[in-house]
Nanobody
């Protein structure tokens, strides 16, 4: 049974930082591309950051220079370090495990709420 469990969401003031974690189980983690997405109220879900099995990283333009994605294959966990948070970063953040490069499936977590407000 595959599980992705996000944690670390919280209420934070503008300019603050948070570190999100996504712990995976039931998959061969090191072969999966891991992604962070977010969905703000009334908006479509958007891709925030991606790290593939070769540690190639990509970011959505609005988070470049502020967010950092990383992974620990020994712990089967992907992280999203978020600095200089802005009210527009308020959203539910989801992690996803994409095994498409290996012909495997895609899995999603349940999400963690990030609220940036003074």
């Amino acid at each position: 049974q595959v599980q992705l469990v996000e944690s670390g969401g919280n209420l934070v003031q503008p300019g603050g930082s948070l570190r999100l974690s996504c712990a995976a189980s039931g998959i061969i983690f090191r072969f999966y591309t891991m992604r962070w997405h977010r969905q703000a109220p009334g908006k479509q879900r958007e891709l925030v950051a991606t790290i593939d099995k070769e540690d190639v990283i990509n970011y959505e333009d609005s988070v470049k220079g502020r967010f950092s994605i990383s992974r620990d294959n020994r712990e089967s966990t992907v992280y999203l370090q978020m600095n200089d948070l802005k009210p527009d970063d308020t959203a539910v953040y989801y992690c996803a495990a994409d095994g498409g490069a290996m012909g495997w499936g895609e899995y999603w977590g349940q999400g963690t709420q990030v609220t940036v407000s003074s």
